[in-house]
C-alpha cells in the first residue's frame, strides 16, 4: 500500500478560513497522471530508434555509430520537447537531415503511427483513478488538459483506457490540435477555465509534469497540485517554486 500523501496546504487554509467552497473545478492532465503508458514508451522509443537508425545506415552519407546516434537523438528529442513539439517524426527528420539521409516521409508516418499504437495499447488507468473521479465530479466540476502525442488529427489518447473517463469530464481540452497551442503555453488552460465557467483561483489543476503542467497552471491562475504517484518509477526533478505534492489520488478527497 502507497504511503498516506495530504493534499496541499490550501486544505488546510480552507477549513480555517471558511473558504473551502471557493473551489470548483479540479482539472487533470492525463498520462502518468490518471494512469500510465511508461512500458510503452519504453519499448516503442527502442522500436523507432533501432529502425530508424538502420534506415539512417543504409541510406546516409556519412557514418555514424549507435552510441552517437543515440547521443543525437536524446539531444535532439530533449530539445523538440522544451518547444512542447511532441511529434517524434520531426525529432526524426532533424536526425534524417543532420546524418545527410534522405527523409522518406511515408517510411516515417507509419513510423510515427506504429509508435502510437503502441504507447496507446500500453496505456493502463491507474487503478483508483476512476472511483476518485467519480467521487470527485459530486462536488466539482472536472476537466482534462491534456496535450496531443501526435502530429496529425489521430490523437493517441484514443483508446479504451481514455475512454473510460471521457463520460466523466464537463469539458476536454486537447492542447496542441485544433490551433491550440500546447502546455505550458497559457491558453489551453484558460480555455477550460471558460468551459467550465470558473476563474483561476477557484480551479485546481493536477499533474505530473513540472514544467508543463505545474509552471504552465500557475502561470496561467490555477492552483497546481504535483502528483508523484508511488506507482511511476521516474527521476522527479526539484520544483521550481512551492508546490503542494501528493503521490496518490486518493489525496484529492481527503
Not at 516521409?105 to 502510437?116: A, I, K, N, P, S
Not at 491507474?126 to 496531443?148: C, D, H, I, Q, R
Request: one cysteine or more.
Amino acid at each position: 500500500r502507497p504511503p498516506r500523501s495530504t493534499l496541499f496546504p490550501y486544505t488546510t487554509r480552507f477549513r480555517s478560513t471558511g473558504e473551502k467552497n471557493m473551489i470548483k473545478a479540479i482539472v487533470f492532465d492525463f498520462v502518468q497522471t490518471l494512469g500510465t503508458a511508461a512500458d510503452g514508451y519504453k519499448t516503442a522509443e527502442k522500436k523507432s530508434q533501432k529502425e530508424l537508425f538502420e534506415r539512417i545506415g543504409t541510406i546516409g552519407t556519412i557514418g555514424i555509430s549507435w552510441d552517437e546516434y543515440i547521443e543525437d537523438y536524446r539531444k535532439e528529442r530533449k530539445e523538440h520537447f522544451l518547444r512542447s513539439d511532441f511529434s517524434r517524426k520531426n525529432v526524426w527528420i532533424k536526425l534524417c537531415s543532420k546524418y545527410k539521409a534522405s527523409v522518406d516521409e511515408g517510411f516515417l508516418m507509419q513510423l510515427e503511427d506504429e509508435y502510437w499504437k503502441i504507447v496507446a495499447n500500453s496505456m493502463r488507468l491507474f487503478p483508483e483513478a476512476v472511483s476518485v473521479l467519480e467521487k470527485l465530479k459530486t462536488k466539482y466540476k472536472l476537466g482534462m488538459v491534456s496535450n496531443s502525442q501526435k502530429d496529425g488529427s489521430t490523437k493517441a489518447l484514443d483508446n479504451e483506457e481514455y475512454r473510460k473517463l471521457e463520460v466523466l469530464f464537463d469539458a476536454i481540452v486537447i492542447a496542441g490540435e485544433d490551433d491550440i497551442p500546447a502546455k505550458p503555453d497559457p491558453v489551453p488552460f484558460r480555455i477550460m477555465l471558460e468551459k467550465l465557467g470558473v476563474k483561476g483561483e477557484e480551479a485546481v489543476f493536477v499533474g505530473d509534469d513540472m514544467r508543463i503542467d505545474i509552471e504552465g497552471s500557475k502561470n496561467a491562475g490555477l492552483i497546481p497540485v504535483w502528483l508523484k504517484h508511488y506507482s511511476v518509477a521516474r527521476n522527479w526533478p526539484e520544483p521550481s517554486f512551492p508546490v503542494p505534492e501528493i503521490n496518490r489520488l486518493e489525496a484529492l478527497l481527503e
